[in-house]
Nanobody, 123 residues
Framework: QVQLVESGGGLVQAGGSLRLSCATSGGTFSIYNMGWFRQAPGKEREFVAAISWTGSNTAYEDSVKGRFTISRGNAKNTVYLQMNSLKPEDTAVYYC????????????????WGQGTQVTVSS
């Protein structure tokens, strides 16, 4: 069975850092494009970052560009989101997702999703 499991969320003060991890199993995720999305209370799900299966291409939402970095582990079965200079506006549940077709900013293009991990940034 296919599984994506996020970890690394928590409570951090504004200006601090967190690193989220997405562990994958049950599929050939080494050749899948991977993405991070987030959803804050009362808001729609929002694209955060994506990375191609080769790791050569990345994409970021404008508000996180320069602060967040998406990367893949050496075995490509784990995806990371390094979050620096965190702001209260970054507070949300963060989801990891896999897209077999393309690097994409659209959630409908992703076939597999994790359960989410909570990130809370205090002011």
């Amino acid at each position: 069975q296919v599984q994506l499991v996020e970890s690394g969320g928590g409570l951090v003060q504004a200006g601090g850092s967190l690193r989220l991890s997405c562990a994958t199993s049950g599929g050939t995720f080494s050749i899948y494009n991977m993405g991070w999305f987030r959803q804050a209370p009362g808001k729609e799900r929002e694209f955060v970052a994506a990375i191609s299966w080769t790791g050569s291409n990345t994409a970021y939402e404008d508000s996180v560009k320069g602060r967040f970095t998406i990367s893949r582990g050496n075995a490509k079965n784990t995806v990371y989101l390094q979050m620096n200079s965190l702001k209260p506006e970054d507070t949300a549940v963060y989801y990891c997702a896999a897209d077999p077709r393309r690097i994409s900013k659209l959630d409908r293009n992703y076939d597999y999703w994790g359960q989410g991990t909570q990130v809370t940034v205090s002011s």
